[in-house]
């Protein structure tokens, strides 16, 4: 070899090592502002978003003042639909709601129908408004909350005499404040939205009356006892904004007034379940003892480790928890999935830990939408992950109450009438949260534009692009007037697995593990791009504690068998109407499934095209999943009309193998969603 030849070859190698010396430096420089986290830090104090103030625990995540956070896409929808909707009119349609002679609003705390349905509603009305910018919904929500705010009588009480004077609800003494612990919550969004010092010092004012009840009268017995948890947030969020100790010690008289959580199940109402086994875990934020947090956990186990054994992120509560009834076939209350998920993001704002955004996604694809019809004019009491019927019958004893819970009605259903308004609204709010190190985390994935202060106050927008819960990718872009160094969280879902980052287009090499947190930490510009993929696989989840039946999960999101529908009307107004809903093909299928490698047992379908107004809807479901099936011969309905529970797996059956669609289960009013196994002569066990 001549020399010139081996000195171009060494010179070629030198600079073969240089360049990689030099990527692997670019790499290194990139990924060290990057790492892995369990949560957000729970330490410092965010500059410019109320955070717990001490002695209260650091909260890592802090909800971002109403507005900042702009839903789009299908999340909007959901709001617009809700507006247009049942939620939207229920000032006409809701004996409960008309403004004129309500005791809510009136001089002197007298008048009618002044108990719990209007509170209810205001909690996601006056949100929906805020959100949507809709003048006629905030316009009407301020009224309201005008004539609350002059209802305080001298003494400090707010709102109807009657639950005052006189107890509204059996087995109760004096003040009833359980509507109260909820339209405080109406003053709360007020105030987030136009900083009226008029809500403090009715909040203030209202406590110290509360310091004076006495203990025989202070959450004496029903509903404000076992939901105290709601007024011990709102004491705190009071202290949080005002520094008063005095609140601090009636918040350890709340603690010690409500229902012992920390002890034991103290109701198996469903409703109260959703909503109670949260308060040992806020008044960990207080006392510090892990303890607390850890009761709020077992409480949560011990109802879904029994009645929570189906898909849809619920638990069997179709008014009560009762022995014996664990089926997929038994129903959740409307309110229940609201509260549930109002929990889950109360626990992850506390503790920071991912699976209680899981917790939180999983009611809300899977099971919320359900419980409405496609166009939000109306909702039924109860959904259950299997349910085939849509009719009025009463379905007791399997039921524990009797009369018409299935049905699509916007005239009945009372509580969940008005409750359900704030499910979307208050999860829409929460999709970006602030941090303490001035950063923003990015919560629950959709459609959405942020706009916060960072670092040392400068403004960021980020606008996120998805298709989640039904694609894999989100991308983010950030606009900034300057370049700023500051921090971005990421939660990493619990289902996923090789989730990949890609920041202004290069891929980041990077070990992103399922339930954490990515955190970047980096001077970012104007025009910044984050990509991240979460793989969506096909799973099977066998539930054990309920005949062995199966579930078929991708992402987020549980399928449920395609069956069609035939909407009947059932009274209601041409405007309003109600209706029952009844199959059109058959539905008692098995699932044949290799329950080694599910994945081989299925074909995904993505819908091509643009993302659907209504994604949640029959005919707009954006994914189908073909699977091979078998009809199981005598599993059909109940004399009643309701489905029959669901055959022990795995079922031996003859007859032919065909071809069913799978839809997400939030798409399907009528549903199988807990599907029996075929047994297989070659079926792995």
């Not at 029903?222 to 004491?235: F, M």
């Not at 300057?482 to 920041?503: C, D, E, H, M, Q």
Request: charged share 20%.
């Amino acid at each position: 070899m001549g020399a010139g030849n081996l000195f171009r070859k060494k010179f070629c190698l030198a600079l073969t090592v240089l360049f990689f010396l030099l990527a692997g430096a670019f790499l290194t420089r990139l990924n060290a502002g990057i790492k892995e986290v369990q949560t957000p830090p729970k330490s410092a104090a965010n500059s410019f978003y109320r955070g717990n103030r001490p002695p209260l625990s650091p909260n890592p995540l802090i909800k971002l003042p109403t507005g900042a956070v702009q839903p789009g896409g299908w999340i909007r929808h959901q709001l617009e639909l809700m507006a247009k909707g049942f939620t939207g009119h229920l000032s006409e349609i809701s004996k409960y709601c008309p403004i004129k002679g309500n005791a809510w609003v009136s001089p002197d705390g007298r008048g009618k129908d002044g108990w719990e349905e209007v509170p209810y509603w205001l909690r996601g009305y006056i949100e929906l408004g805020y959100i949507l910018k809709d003048k006629r919904i905030i316009d009407e929500s301020e009224r309201w909350v005008e004539g609350v705010l002059k209802s305080q009588a001298p003494g400090g009480y707010f709102g109807p005499r009657a639950n005052w004077e006189k107890a509204q609800v059996s087995f109760t003494t004096k003040h009833d404040i359980w509507p109260n612990m909820v339209m405080l919550y109406v003053l709360r969004s007020y105030y987030d939205a136009t900083h009226d010092s008029r809500v403090i010092k009715l909040m203030t004012n209202y406590f110290k009356w509360m310091e004076t009840v006495p203990l025989e009268n202070f959450l004496p017995g029903t509903w404000q006892k076992w939901r105290g948890g709601d007024n011990l947030n709102s004491i705190y969020w009071l202290y949080n904004r005002t520094g008063l100790k005095w609140l601090l010690k009636l918040a350890l008289v709340n603690h010690d007034q409500t229902a012992d959580w920390a002890g034991n199940i103290p109701t198996w109402h469903g409703v109260n379940l959703a909503e109670g086994f949260r308060e040992p875990a806020q008044f960990y934020q207080q006392i510090h003892d892990p303890r607390y947090l850890k009761a709020s956990e077992r409480d949560y186990h011990a109802f879904m480790d029994v009645y929570g054994q189906v898909p849809g992120g619920m638990f069997g509560a179709d008014e009560n928890a009762r022995k014996g009834h664990t089926g997929p076939r038994q129903g959740s209350e409307t309110c229940a999935m609201v509260e549930f998920m109002h929990s889950d993001e109360m626990m992850l704002r506390i503790t920071g830990n991912t699976k209680w955004a899981d917790r939180c996604e999983d009611v809300a694809f899977n099971s919320l939408p359900a419980a409405m019809t496609p166009d939000l004019t109306g909702l039924h009491y109860l959904t259950a992950p299997n349910m085939v019927q849509l009719d009025g019958k009463s379905k007791a004893p399997i039921f524990e109450n009797g009369g018409d819970m299935l049905s699509y009605n916007p005239w009945r259903y009372r509580c969940c009438q008005h409750n359900v308004a704030f499910g979307w609204p208050y999860y829409a709010e929460r999709l970006w949260m602030a941090t303490r190190d001035n950063g923003l985390a990015a919560v629950f994935y959709g459609p959405s534009t942020v706009s916060a202060k960072v670092a040392g106050g400068g403004q960021v927008t980020l606008r996120e692009e998805t298709n989640y819960p039904f694609d894999e990718a989100v991308h983010f872009k950030l606009s900034l007037k300057k370049s700023t160094r500051f921090p971005l969280y990421f939660r990493v879902p619990g289902w996923t697995s090789n989730a990949r980052l890609k920041i202004n287009g290069r891929n980041v090499s990077f070990n992103i593990k399922p339930a954490s947190w990515i955190a970047i930490e980096q001077t970012w510009k104007d025009g910044d791009q984050i990509e991240l993929v979460f793989p969506m696989r096909v799973t099977v989840k066998i539930w054990k504690k309920n005949k062995n039946s199966i579930s078929v999960n991708r992402g987020p999101l549980t399928y449920s068998l395609k069956i069609g529908e035939r909407w009947v009307r059932r009274g209601g107004t041409d405007k309003w109407p109600a209706y029952e809903v009844f199959p059109t093909t058959p539905w008692n299928y098995g699932l044949i499934v290799n329950l080694k490698e599910p994945e081989k047992s299925f074909k995904v379908i993505k819908n091509s095209g643009k993302l659907a107004y209504q994604p949640f809807s029959l005919k707009n479901a954006p994914i189908q999943i073909l699977a091979k099936a078998k009809r199981i011969p005598g599993w059909g309905l109940e004399k009643n009309g309701l489905i029959q529970a669901v055959p022990d797996s795995p079922v031996h059956v003859n007859g032919r193998t065909e071809t069913v669609t799978l839809i997400p289960m939030g798409s399907a009013r009528l549903r199988v969603s807990a599907f029996p196994y075929i047994a297989e002569k070659n079926q792995p066990k």
